[in-house]
């Protein structure tokens, strides 16, 4: 049906959406997916996302905004 050619150019975003105190096995979350699309990108949680409002990237945790940015040029392309 076309999944494994679908999945071969797939991109996993996996967000945390608790804070610091709700450990995530972040390790065995990638490695289980990694058979399963062609990147995975994972998304610490950070505060500044909590909020309503718009987002500003310079308000981000690196680690975040470091994710996002790994995220944008997966599925856009590297700009450079």
Do not use: C, N
């Not at 949680?45 to 905004?65: I, P, Q, W």
Request: proline share 4%; no cysteine.
């Amino acid at each position: 049906q076309g999944w494994a050619e679908l999945s071969a150019g797939s991109v996993v975003v996996v967000t945390k959406l608790g804070g610091i105190d709700k450990p995530m096995a972040y390790g065995a979350v990638e490695q289980r997916l990694a058979d399963l699309a062609a990147e995975v990108v994972l998304v610490p949680f950070d505060l500044h996302l909590a909020g309503a409002g718009a987002k500003e990237l310079g308000r981000l945790r690196s680690r975040t905004a470091d994710a996002f940015l790994k995220l944008a040029t997966l599925v856009v392309g590297d700009p450079a």
